[in-house]
């Protein structure tokens, strides 16, 4: 899997506690193609509805065709597929045409710089996410606030279904005027995971602490295994661990100073507390899983999975991306979320939304932001699940799509609910022109600290000038 990265995309981090819809992981599909018109499937089930069961509306639109292009990652295309025949069956005559591609900014790109962008687009994947950061940098998104204002069915405003703070937050409305620009799709809990079967038959609780963490070491050794393991040639995972220890070691101040590129985060205490956890991890006896550093995501998650590990970061997407893994006897998903590093004790999880846009420039923005709003339907959050296993950041998502959903997952939204605190964010677009990928500087060296070549004052030395840097460009570009 190619994790999901949604850096470059808010200013701001929010901490929150709220009910969570899941989400899944970005994985490439090795069957993954593109398919520029509607799919037979779509097409033979729009002819075979009957006119009475849709809405008399396709006649409201002018141009009854709509171009969409999608991410086609771990959650598949069937989703869209379906979801364009269902749309297509209550607004008859409209035609949806679908590109999926694993690498879809490769395709849509030429058509963006040619001014001639798909009408829709849901983007995702870290190859694909900055031509996103670019859209939203050179303002050429269309507003959607209206689409939020408008009434659903029910006769309140679509912006109520909507998880709390999500459509105020930056992710969704990064321009701080009140507008909404990006569509929230899917929702991610992201943390430590363990095997649930292993500590339930030695009698030990999931830890809630970093202490309570490290002093699972002993069990560890009794089982022969390691402490710790990671995806070690995407220490992009690590940000599941870092950002809520972030939060929980210095709060929203910290997570402000990291996201926002204050070079006095990196000789802040909150530093030294968080990043000391992964210099333990890389030099206590038995901490971290021998090849760590030089395994891929694939070969560390099996590892972890056949019980070479105690703990690895990953996302909902986890299970489902894993199913036909090996494993060793006996194993059950257990998620623990990230142990508190702070007096109040409480654990925390990391949380994301993917995003949908409609381009400034898209032909058709009428229809686009009727399907749009389509996809919000009770119908079409039901088959969202049923067809990819994700589930979108509506309110009550969890119970409503209960029976497409592993009961590890349902559980981990409940495990929220009932006090779990969400930290949610990511960085702050960088200069237009910059040269500097804010989360490529703060991760990929990680890697040296875990194979113990980069000390962590050399580490905070570079990401001290890395981030005075960023500041500058923003600063000369009136940012």
Known sequence: MSKK?????VSAAVLMTLPLAACGSNNTSNNAGTNAAPSAAATEAAAEAPASAAPEAAETFGNPELNIAVFQGGYGREYWDSVAAEFMKDYPGTKINITASPKIAELVRPKIVAGNPPDFMYISGSDNTPILDGLVKDKALLDLTDVFDSNTEAGTPLKMQILP?????SLISPYGDGKIYLAPYNFGVMGLWYNKNLFDSKQIAAPKTWDELFAANTVAKENNRALFTYQGLYPGYLEEMIVPAIASAGGQEALNQFFNYDPEFWKSETYTKVWGLLEKIATEDNGLMKGTVALNHTQSQTAFLQGKSMFIPNGTWFEDEMKDAP???????GFLGVPSLGSDGKVMALTQVEQ??????????????????????EKSIKLNAEKSKGVMAVNGAPDLVKEYISETTYNIYKAVDSGMVAVSGSFKPVAKGSKYNASDEVYKPISSIMSKQLTLDEYSAKLYKVYTQIQKELQEQGQ
């Not at 703070?165 to 937050?169: D, E, I, M, P, R």
Request: overall charge positive; cysteine-free.
């Open 356 to 377: 949908m846009v409609i381009p400034a420039k898209a032909k058709n923005p009428e229809l686009a932001k009727a399907f749009l709003k389509y996809l919000y339907s």
């Open 5 to 9: 990265k949604w850096t470059a995309l």
């Open 165 to 169: 703070g999500v459509l105020t937050s």
């Open 327 to 333: 494993r060793e006897d006996g194993f059950q998903f």
